[in-house]
RNA sequence: GUGGGUGUAGUUCAACGGCAGAGCACCGGAUUGUGGUUCCGGGCGUUGUGGGUUCAAAUCCCAUCACCCACCCCA
């Protein structure tokens, strides 16, 4: 084998093609019932789109962005996530002025220079909805609520939703203060990590896996009681809002979210049992985003999800989603005259909508039988030179062995199909 | 970027210093124009690649590449 696929990238052949369409669909018929329209952008972006929204310090930018410089020296980036595109064209094309609200979806790849393993590729597959236009925290749980709903459907019953605040950006830095003075005494004993991040990125400190690093993080101050009256309200209404849609959510002060343009609400949806890499969906509210990057004050709020996991996620679960189309009927052809007559007759039917499958390389009829029935054919339509001679052809009910002698009229075959 | 594991037929794996094999899948056949079960036949594969040790390497050693898993981070 000469070529290979690049590393972290995978083909979707076709037996799992009929799986990626069948979810693609479904999530499409999800967000439209919702009231959300599907926006698609380009897979690349001036990078600085990216390094203003995600923020210079986020991994994304630092370590995992796929930059590259066309023959004029422009700078691009491959897209790392899905929300900043949106935005971006959101505010060059003046979607704002056509309505208050803006309900947008998105599906497609993603990239990211990651080390791959298990539900993490350098190309990969999102889903995304975008709420614009309202602080409302009804609008949090909905979005919350398309995702978590759209899982359960395709039959997810054992997930974990966890949400969080991270406040507004004034009461987010009195709380990153608070932190880091909590912090500071222990520094020595934090993990090499931790130590960095007590400067650049002080609420990763809540996320740490190494043990000494949780065990400091118990009396650690919560940001529940840094919020100002209005965070406080709003992060409580979007519970409440939940609560009234029977979905049932852990309040996890852990969950922080990567990116800095994230502000108030922050969730993440998660299903154990998927290794490391747990996290089906994840998202959180944007108020300042669409200012931070050259429109007006717009509050938002959206989330995006990995199709690779979630796919993962219903193989665990044994959740059979779709599968190679079976053939109507089975082609069969005998003898010397017939493969160039029977064409007129073949194409018929499949231009009338059949599925019909036909291989000129076998020639026994013991062969194509077989092979009618490997395919699964309900039908096998036989021919042979008796039959080319009385413009008949053979239909044979493949379940029940019995078989019919019809005209060769791709109309009536496929009535005769229906009852027989 | 760091650490661990694995590379043998289309695929799942065996052979662990002495001629590279099996199941599944695939193809063909079992007397004239009717499938599924059964039976028979069909595989010379640079053992990921390049070096080294040895009379002899898929097997031991080194390097390299690829994949997998984990850290980091996230979808």
Redesign the pocket.
């Known amino acids: 084998m000469k070529y ?1 696929i690049p ?2 990238t995978f083909d979707i052949l076709p037996k799992d093609s009929y799986k990626w369409q069948f979810l693609q669909d479904s999530f499409r018929k999800m967000a439209t019932c919702f009231g959300y329209e599907e926006m698609t952008t380009p897979v690349f972006e001036v990078a600085e789109l990216f390094e203003r929204s995600s923020g210079e310090s ?2 994304v930018v630092q370590k995992e962005m796929y930059r590259f410089q066309d023959k004029k020296g422009r700078k691009f980036a491959l897209r790392p ?1 899905g929300t900043a595109p949106v935005v971006r064209s959101y505010i060059e094309n003046h979607l704002d002025k056509l309505s208050s609200r803006t309900k947008l979806f998105y599906l497609g790849p993603m990239f ?1 220079y ?8 350098r190309q ?1 597959y ?1 889903y995304g909805i975008e709420f614009i236009g309202s602080n409302n925290p009804y609008y949090d749980a909905e979005v919350i609520a398309i995702a978590f709903l759209w899982l359960n459907k395709l039959g997810l019953n054992n997930l974990r939703l966890e949400i969080n605040s991270v406040g507004c950006p004034a009461c987010s830095a009195v709380y990153d203060n608070v932190l880091q003075e909590y912090y500071r005494p222990f520094l020595p004993k934090l993990c090499p ?1 931790c130590m960095k ?1 007590l400067e650049t990125n002080p609420r ?1 400190l809540l ?4 043990p000494s690093c949780i065990e400091f993080r118990k009396n650690a101050p919560s940001q529940m009681d840094y919020l100002d009256e209005l965070c406080k309200k709003h992060f409580s209404a979007v519970c409440n809002y939940l609560q009234a849609m029977n979905i049932t959510y852990t309040v996890n002060p852990g969950i922080v ?3 800095d343009y994230y502000t108030n609400t922050a969730f993440e949806i998660i299903y154990e049992g998927l ?8 998202g959180g509210r944007y108020n300042g985003l669409i200012e931070q990057i050259g429109g007006k004050s717009i509050p938002a709020i959206g989330f ?3 199709f ?2 979630l796919l993962w996620a219903l193989e665990e679960e044994n959740i059979d989603l779709a599968s190679a189309p079976k053939p109507d009927a089975y082609f069969v052809c ?2 010397e005259n017939t493969r160039m007559q029977i064409l007129p007759y073949l194409n018929a039917l499949r231009i009338k909508g059949l599925f019909i499958d036909y291989d000129p390389d ?1 020639n ?4 194509q ?6 395919s699964g054919a309900k039908y096998a339509i ?1 021919i ?4 080319l001679a009385a413009k008949t052809v ?1 239909l ?1 009910n ?2 029940t ?1 019995e ?1 019919i002698t019809i005209p060769m009229d791709a109309e009536q075959t496929i009535k005769r199909m229906r009852c027989f």
């Open positions: 290979n590393r972290g986020s991994d996530e990211r990651d080390r791959p393993q298990a539900g993490r590729y990969f999102q990590d991040r990763r996320d740490c896996k190494v979210r990567g990116l290794g490391a890499q747990n996290s089906l969906v994840g995006a999800g990995g690779e996991r005998v003898g076998k026994s009829l013991k062969a039988l077989k092979a009618a029935d490997a036989i042979g030179e008796n039959e053979n044979k493949m379940q062995g078989q």
